[in-house]
């Protein structure tokens, strides 16, 4: 079907950038959205970042607790979304997880689905 995987986490100092990347594979015929969220230990998981592309328009949304500091963007003929973080604060360590939205080819025919990568780890020391 289709598969997720995320590169680029790292241990890295406060103050200091890192940039994720996540690339799509598999049946895939359009992907309508991609994003990342993260997960902090004993937390839950939460939204991060999220980059659609409809009718040549491209729309970003962020959660407040990163605007400014990150930047989503997408390569689509790549089928990779990118996460350019800077400024990192110790908070904002934790299991970086990419999803996407994606139109495939199954054996029944076309289908739409909401997958996930298995995540990458950023740790911001202070």
């Known amino acids: 079907q289709v598969q997720l995987v995320e590169s680029g986490g790292g241990l890295v100092q406060a103050g200091e950038s890192l940039r994720l990347s996540c690339a799509a594979s598999?049946?895939?015929?359009?992907?309508?959205?991609m994003g990342w969220y993260r997960q902090a230990p004993g937390k839950q998981r939460d939204f991060v970042a999220t980059?659609?592309?409809?009718?040549?328009?491209?729309?970003?949304n962020y959660a407040d607790s990163v605007k400014g500091r990150f930047t989503i963007s997408r390569d689509n003929a790549k089928n990779t979304v990118y996460l350019q973080m800077a400024s990192l604060k110790p908070e904002d360590t934790g299991v970086y997880y990419c999803t996407a939205d994606v139109l495939y080819a199954s054996r029944s025919g076309v289908a739409t689905g909401n997958f996930w990568g298995q995540g990458t780890q950023v740790t911001v020391s202070s």
């Open positions: 980059i659609t592309t409809t009718r040549g328009n491209t729309n970003t």
């Open positions: 598999g049946s895939i015929l359009r992907i309508n959205s």
